[in-house]
């Protein structure tokens, strides 16, 4: 392909290959397919897929299930639907806002972080977190007390 865009791509000038990004004439070199939002490339943090916002104790799955459990897993396979009720929080290393598990996820309103890197290496079972479904963020770190913070998928005790 001698480092050009097929001709059915540039047609039109500056149409397709600004999805390419390849060098062809008329057109910017290396224009990106898609962009981090500012300041988000070296955070860490995935996107956000919704449900709101939850703290609790990491869980990879296996073992017994903490009380307060947020799931962290390497894809989201939609094997996991069943575990989705009472979750704390959901993070994954991949996958998207659309994917199945994510979308099942906003159903039963738990707070879901995905395509957060690193995230079964750096959330080991039994680290306190926090997942804020609406950025993507996902925080390790003591929490005051992880089991009296409420989530959207919990209503708070009548005054």
């Not at 955070?43 to 799955?61: L, P």
């Not at 296996?62 to 996991?80: F, Q, W």
């Not at 079972?125 to 950025?135: H, Q, R, Y």
């Amino acid at each position: 392909m001698s480092g050009r865009c097929p001709p059915a791509c540039c047609r039109r000038p500056g149409a397709v290959a600004r999805l390419c990004g390849v060098p062809w004439s008329g057109s910017p070199v290396g224009v990106p397919v898609a962009e981090l939002p500012p300041g988000r490339g070296d955070s860490g943090d995935g996107q956000g897929a919704g449900g709101g916002f939850g703290s609790g104790t990491a869980w990879d799955g296996r073992g017994e299930r903490p009380e307060r459990a947020v799931l962290v897993v390497r894809s989201l396979d939609p094997a996991l639907a069943p575990l989705l009720p009472g979750l704390a929080g959901l993070v994954a290393e991949t996958g998207s806002a659309l994917s199945h598990l994510a979308v099942l996820a906003r159903e039963f309103k738990v707070p879901t972080a995905v395509g957060v890197p690193g995230a079964l290496d750096r959330f080991p079972a039994g680290v306190p977190l926090t997942v804020d479904g609406a950025t993507g963020a996902v925080t390790a770190g003591d929490l005051d007390d992880p089991t009296s913070r409420p989530t959207e998928n919990e209503e708070e005790p009548a005054a």
